[in-house]
């Protein structure tokens, strides 16, 4: 079974903090994304990455960062956070075969900025 | 442009009660994928079903079934006989040659089953 495991389920900082979300994968994935769910508008991309240290910016990708430097794992940067950014943090990962292909999701991060 | 569109924000049935969440999705490819995922109150989303664009063949597993109309640009899913674990929010999703590596999420549908 596809693993995808997420650092941490429940994250609170303060505004200014750098925060690190951490996701990592054991199936030898290509593709690798990050999501933040909202309530009333789904999942919205962030960012992916379809190889080690490569990496495309998604639909918001402002106040984020990302690192790849490793094929099993995919980071979340915020380099200041903000309030806005209290949300739900989704990792998934996908084969490189086919961009259609099935995508594989963590647990979730819940993040609090205070 | 890709869209998907999940009308029903939230739904409430009782146990052993059909239910049919919708989903409208807008692309102009003739090639695309849609899905659906269930997210559980554990946060996990979890896949249920890939359909691509040319299998208009409606899809039954167990008590999950999916009706994709090209016709009507829908990919609605039915449960039957719902039962209290089936509580979660649905997740519909596209993802065609335009968006490349982009999947687009409808905004979800959340399901109550009370026993």
């Known amino acids: 079974d596809v693993k995808v495991t997420q650092s941490s389920r429940y994250l609170v900082k303060r505004t200014g903090e750098k925060v690190f979300l951490e996701c990592v994968q054991d199936m030898d994935h290509e593709n690798m994304f990050w999501y933040r769910q909202d309530p009333g508008l789904g999942l919205r991309l962030i960012y992916f990455s379809y190889d080690v240290k490569m990496k495309e910016k998604g639909d918001i990708p402002e106040g984020y960062s990302v690192s790849r430097e490793k094929k099993e794992r995919f980071s979340l940067i915020l380099e200041s956070a903000s309030t806005n950014q209290t949300s739900m943090y989704l990792c998934?990962?996908?084969?490189?075969?086919?961009?259609?292909?099935?995508?594989?999701f963590g647990p979730g991060t819940r993040l609090t900025v205070l | 442009a890709q869209k998907v569109t999940q009308a029903q924000t939230e739904i409430s049935v009782v146990e052993k009660e059909d239910v049919t969440l919708d989903c409208v999705y807008e692309t102009r490819d003739t090639t695309y994928y849609l899905f659906w995922y269930k997210q559980p109150p554990s946060g996990e989303l979890v896949f249920l079903i890939r359909?691509?664009?040319?299998?208009?063949q409606n899809e039954i597993s167990g008590r999950y079934s999916w009706n994709f109309q090209k016709s009507t640009s829908s990919f609605n899913f039915t449960i039957t006989a719902s039962q209290v674990v089936d509580s979660a929010v649905y997740f519909c999703a596209l993802n065609d040659n335009t968006g490349g590596f982009k999947t687009i999420f409808g905004a979800g549908t959340r399901l109550f089953v009370k026993a």
């Open positions: 998934a990962s996908s084969l490189r075969d086919s961009s259609t292909d099935t995508q594989y």
């Open positions: 359909r691509n664009s040319f299998d208009e």
